[in-house]
């Protein structure tokens, strides 16, 4: 029997994202992004919180380096702030070095204290300079002129000292969330209880094409322009739980099930190693899905260096009959979590989309590896909340053992993926290292390995996690 094991090299660590942690959002003559704009709208949030103070880690730099060093991580994931770089955030507009030198010296310190950097350059925080000018994303060419100035600016001032760059955190949320459920900034749908304006039947794709073009056009500049001499890889950041048919037996619900995996990860995926978007969605959507031009879609295909994943649950997936509405974006079908049988896909967590299930996370690293040649993976987000944490007495959430047992069943999944199914995965930054902002669901909703007192002064204690997720690789990564 081989007993699974991941790579000598092997990257790992946690991750966060820019206006989930940092706070401070005028500090150091910060412009706005959409989400500074959007959490500040009566009604968006749950819980009616903001992340203007959020873990208050502008000012705490040093604070999380010495948690990360405490965890025994060697990689750690964070997003830059756009509108701190570039506070306007176009091509014509001012680069505030203040902005761009804080996060310099943060790669700087990261490296002292012997933790890769591994940097997004978007995770979701547009500036809304850019939505006001000509509304973002939903504009492809002046928002991918505008994306590729920030990414030059940014590659040129890192240089050597960033090898492993991520364009956009997971486009999937930004077009579906932003422009259709409307739960994400800038809240767009064509639900008129939820918005004025919106077009949840043509936006979310517009927004995804968008997304595309300008990756694939960071990357070119990446890789014209500073590869050579930086030495670095760049990608982008794919989400996606798996989907298992709700009734094996039937071929609807089996082909459901995949073509659930073609809406999301398949959307961005296809046009980078096939060149096409999936047929499935060609074929529901037609026109309102955009064509690539063939100069478009040369540069998108091949664009990826590397292939990263944000996954965390997994879903039983129903087909649904008759004609989708105009408003789907999975593949008309339906996302459960109970079979045909009545059997659970996994436990209950805090966030009502997330059932964790291990093995599930093998199959989707098999699924994406087999259907894109056996691409170089880094599992870039992967963690949980737990059911009711935020309402126990402290003692108990730093003792979150829920919490080790999907580390230890997840990077248990992740290694069998590597020794047994030869699927090429390289590195892991556990979703998070700190309690943070947790989008329109507030802070109500914990993902850290890290407890943060918010009414305490943003207090980092390190929960059972931080340590045990070490531990579990400790026992994964070889030796020699
Ligand atoms: C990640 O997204 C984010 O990158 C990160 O910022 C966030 O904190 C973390 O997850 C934890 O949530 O029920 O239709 O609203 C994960 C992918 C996709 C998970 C959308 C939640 C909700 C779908 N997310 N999904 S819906």
């Known amino acids: 029997m081989t007993e699974s094991h991941l790579p000598k090299d092997f990257l790992w660590g946690f991750a966060t994202a820019c206006y989930q942690i940092e706070g401070s959002p005028k500090a150091d003559a910060k412009g706005d992004s959409i989400w500074d704009v959007f959490s500040h709208i009566p009604g968006k949030v749950w819980d009616g919180t903001t992340g203007d103070v959020a873990c208050d880690s502008y000012n705490r730099t040093a604070e999380d380096i010495e948690l990360l060093k405490s965890t025994g991580a060697n990689t750690y994931r964070f997003s830059l702030s756009w509108a701190r770089i570039i506070p306007l955030g176009g091509r014509n507009d001012p680069v505030n070095e203040k902005g761009l030198q804080h996060y310099v010296k943060f790669v700087d310190d990261l490296h002292a204290a012997g933790i890769e950097p591994l940097v997004t350059l978007l995770h979701w925080d547009l500036p809304n300079g850019l939505w006001e000018r000509y509304g973002g994303y939903l504009n492809k060419d002046e928002f991918a002129k505008d994306f590729e100035n920030y990414a030059r600016v940014v590659f040129k001032a890192f240089g050597s000292k960033v090898k492993y760059w991520i364009t956009f955190n997971e486009p999937w949320c930004s077009s579906i969330l932003g422009f259709n459920v409307a739960c994400h900034a800038p809240g767009r ?14 936006e979310p794709w517009i927004v995804g094409h968008s997304l595309m073009i300008a990756h694939a056009r960071a990357v070119k500049v990446y890789r014209d322009e500073f590869k050579a001499k930086d030495g670095g890889i760049i990608a982008i950041t794919l989400n996606g739980d798996y989907a298992e048919p709700w009734d094996a037996d039937d071929p609807l619900d089996v082909e459901a099930a995949n073509r659930k995996l073609e809406f999301t990860y398949g959307w961005f995926a296809d046009p980078i190693y096939h060149g096409k978007y999936p047929d499935s969605m060609r074929k529901q959507l037609g026109d309102r899905l955009p064509e690539f031009t063939a100069e478009e879609i040369a540069l998108v295909k091949g664009s990826n260096d590397f292939f990263g994943i944000n996954s965390y649950g997994d879903n039983y997936i129903k087909h649904k009959e008759g004609a989708p509405p105009p408003d789907d974006y999975y593949g008309n079908l339906e996302v459960l979590d109970q079979n045909k049988a009545g059997e659970w896909i996994g436990p209950e967590t805090e966030s009502v ?10 199959s989707l690293l098999n699924w994406l590896s087999k259907r894109y040649g056996g691409p170089t993976f880094y599992v870039t987000e992967n963690g949980t909340s737990v059911k009711g944490e935020n309402d126990l007495p ?14 230890r069943g997840y990077i248990g999944a992740l290694a069998d993926a590597y ?48 340590h045990e997720v070490g531990r579990i690789f400790a026992k994964y990564i070889k030796k020699d």
Do not use: M
């Open 419 to 466: 020794t047994l199914d030869g699927v090429d995965v390289r590195g892991y930054t556990g979703w998070s290292l700190l309690d943070n902002y947790e989008w329109h669901e507030g802070y109500r909703t914990r993902f850290g390995v890290t407890y943060v007192d918010y009414e305490g002064g943003q207090k980092r204690y390190p929960k059972k996690s931080a």
């Open 189 to 202: 749908t064509s639900d008129r209880s939820k918005s004025d304006v919106g077009d949840s039947s043509r």
């Open 394 to 407: 402290r003692e108990e959430i730093l003792n979150d053992e829920f919490r080790c047992w999907f580390f």
């Open 353 to 362: 989309w997330l059932r964790p299930n291990p093995r599930g996370f093998r």
